[in-house]
């Protein structure tokens, strides 16, 4: 899977997860969040989530912040 980590318009990380099949300017030309913080790939493994790589056509790459930060959002209420 991809991801791209944006930040929403009160100021906060906002991650997109999708397929592998949609290129990382595709969806950010959906998105109407004005900047994009980090963009790459995440895994969802017995740990955790891993993110790694980066996206060449965003000129962004992973944080190491960034898989803490996707857990949090996809923690259920």
Request: net charge negative; hydrophobic share 35%; glycine share 6%.
């Amino acid at each position: 899977m991809k991801y791209i980590m944006f930040e929403n318009f009160a100021g906060e990380p906002l991650p997109i997860i999708f397929p592998d099949r949609i290129d990382h300017r595709e969806m950010r030309d959906q998105i109407p969040y004005p900047a994009v913080l980090s963009a790459g790939y995440v895994e969802h493994t017995e740990s955790g989530f891993h993110c790694f790589g980066e996206s060449k056509c965003l000129k962004k790459s992973y944080r190491s912040e960034d898989a803490g930060l996707i857990t949090e959002a996809f923690q259920p209420v």
